[in-house]
């Protein structure tokens, strides 16, 4: 599995503007339905539900919200970069401006869990993330997470 048969480029985006992470899901669940045709409101809905059992805040300005959806045919990925940072209750207390959400099917198993290392694993880069908090474009923020030089899941 590689990133970029998960996460298409349009579901790539510069947020200006997140006041609360229950507006940030919402944004991350319209995206996810134009992009994936994903029921929106019930991808929002999912990640709230899913962040109510543990931030999903990870440290270093990262979170990695998710959540596996009934109507959801493939694992599917929406990155933002937000340009104001957004209070998360991380791990490590800092605010967060770079968002990896990931939507599974509800019968995904290991599918969904492989594609979340891959994520996470990606995320743990410091040269990755530099580069996508250097760039506002959403296509070299494409480029920049799926080129081939990213980690492989297994």
């Known amino acids: 599995m590689d990133l970029s048969k998960i996460l298409r480029p349009e579901a790539v985006k510069v ?3 997140a006041s609360s992470k229950k507006r940030l899901f919402q944004r991350l669940g319209e995206i996810a339905e134009s992009a994936y045709s994903l029921d929106g409101s019930q991808a929002a ?3 709230m539900e899913r962040e109510s059992l543990g931030p999903t805040g990870v440290g270093h300005g990262i979170a990695l919200p998710h959540a596996r959806l009934d109507n959801a045919g493939s694992v599917s990925a929406v990155f933002f970069k937000l340009e104001r940072p957004l209070e998360f209750d991380s791990v490590d207390r800092q605010p967060v401006d770079l968002v990896f959400a990931l939507f599974a099917p509800e ?4 599918e969904h869990l492989k594609a979340l290392a891959l994520i996470s694993r990606t995320m743990r880069n410091p040269s990755l993330c530099s580069k996508l908090r250097a760039n506002d474009n959403p296509m070299t923020l494409h480029t920049v997470l799926t080129e081939d030089g990213s980690p492989q899941a297994a």
């Open 107 to 110: 019968d995904s198993g290991v």
């Open 15 to 17: 947020i200006s503007e």
């Open 45 to 47: 809905e999912a990640l």
